[in-house]
């Protein structure tokens, strides 16, 4: 914000009336052809962040599940081991 301009309610009302004053300010003349051709890009945009955002959750959620059940299987491994050692005499408990 510059130091020399005092932004004072008054000054931004005529801000507002000098931007409202412009000949393009309320007509936006687009063809129909124009105005598909956005919304296209529209619904593509929206696709690819909802794709991205799918991905995201559902690859954090599937890999917190998978290290769950992995760590379970290491625990239940090192432990069966443990047991089949120490039958065995290969190791005292």
Known sequence: MREDITYTPERRSNIQQDFS??????SHEM???QMVIIAKKAVELAKEDMYEFVKKE???ELGSSILSKLSYMVGASVLGVFMWLSAHGLIKL
């Open 58 to 60: 559902f690859s954090a």
């Open 21 to 26: 004053l412009c000949p393009h300010y309320n």
């Open 31 to 33: 063809t129909e052809e």
